[in-house]
């Protein structure tokens, strides 16, 4: 059990798919850990992965394994709920925290499973493709108390596939900020001491659409010579070329 001398007495449930790397494992573990020391007890349930299973650990949080919700597969989500509600009658939590639509889903049967009806359902919402956002609206509306959008964007887009004002909410994601590097020693390492420089960091995935990124600074390119743009991040895209218009950057 985790405790501190700062502690509420609140008792939370994290639900996280998976724990491979990506920017929803990373603030779901962030905020995990982040809250240790003011509340009682939190877990986080989720199917695990490499990437922070061990930063968990290390801040004294229990993992517990849980099937991965993965739609539209509803025996995988039942299963996930059946496990859950266990979770839920053997922690007796005041909130479930879900991240991801399936997992929201999951957690909403799993409180009604386990009759657990006095346990607050927050789910937050990551985004997804837009063909989906019909899908994760009906998931987030099947139980949850409040749906949390990771900024003012993310929360429109819920609400204009549907979901009501009363139901969500916008949290800012935090971002740990550690400087590693002197910004003039990097400006350097690529020649752009003297630029405009946008920074952009994410997985090179569809859904990131640094290609957006790309054709939108190519329309600003002309009109600003010293407009220069660094894409950090690796993923499936990586091996693609650029688009054309980012010869012009």
Not at 52 to 80: C, D, M, V
Not at 120 to 135: I, Q, R, S
Not at 163 to 172: C, E, K, N, Q, R
Not at 205 to 226: I, T
Request: charged share 25%.
């Amino acid at each position: 059990m985790v405790r501190a001398d700062t502690a509420t007495g609140l008792r939370l449930v994290q639900v996280v798919p998976t724990l491979k790397t990506g920017g929803l494992e990373n603030v779901s573990t962030t905020l995990a850990a982040g809250l240790v020391p003011h509340v009682e007890r939190i877990v986080v349930c989720t199917a695990g992965g490499p990437a922070y299973e061990a930063r968990l650990r290390e801040a004294g949080i229990e993992i517990l394994p849980l099937s991965r919700p993965n739609p539209p597969k509803l025996r995988r989500i039942a299963r996930t709920a059946w496990q859950l509600a266990r979770v839920l009658r053997a922690e007796r939590p005041d909130v479930v925290h879900a991240h991801y639509p399936a997992a929201a889903l999951a957690a909403g049967l799993a409180r009604r499973l386990a009759r657990a009806r006095g346990v607050a359902l927050v789910a937050t919402y990551h985004g997804v493709a837009p063909e989906k956002l019909g899908v994760a609206r009906r998931a987030f509306m099947s139980g949850t108390d409040v749906v949390v959008g990771i900024g003012p964007s993310a929360t429109a887009a819920l609400r204009e596939a549907g979901l009501p004002d009363s139901h969500s909410a916008t949290v800012f994601n935090a971002v740990e900020v550690v400087r590693r590097r002197d910004p003039a020693d990097v400006r350097a390492e690529f020649g752009a001491e003297d630029a405009e420089l946008l920074v952009t960091v994410g997985r090179y995935v569809p859904e990131k659409n640094q290609a957006l990124l790309l054709d939108a600074l190519a329309l600003l390119a002309p009109h600003r010579p010293r407009l220069r743009a660094l894409l950090v991040g690796f993923g499936r895209l990586e091996a693609e070329p650029l688009d054309a218009h980012s010869s012009e950057l």
